[in-house]
């Protein structure tokens, strides 16, 4: 949101213009729960042009996308896929840059105090 106010002030001596700009800042963090991989899906394509526009922006900052797999069923490949790209920059179940998949449910208040501390200030 930004707001821009004009106020002119005139006089027989001088014209006056104040111009503030004041411009707030907000840090969306998305917590996406699915039971299964397939549920990703729509989502994914979604998030994708999101990220991508913000990147081309200068503003991939503002938005951090949580992903955690709730429900595991033991596909080797997958589980194979994951290991060979951790650390890679790209997440190996939903290929969105910047995201890793976590397995089960989110330790909620960790999260938060988290989230809490990275963006302080």
Known sequence: ?????????????????????????VITVLFRLCSDT?????????????????????????????????????????????AANQGSKEDAITTLPNTQTQFGRPNWFKDFVGIGEKHAG
């Open 38 to 82: 397939k549920v990703f899906g729509w989502m994914t394509a979604q998030l994708k042009e999101i990220l991508k526009t913000l990147e081309e922006l200068d503003a991939s900052d503002y938005l951090e996308v949580r992903l955690h797999l709730t429900r595991f069923n033991n596909d080797k490949e997958m589980m194979e896929n994951v």
């Open 1 to 25: 949101m930004i707001t821009v106010s004009t106020v002119s002030t005139m006089s027989t001596v001088s014209t006056v213009s104040i111009i503030s700009l004041v411009v707030i800042i």
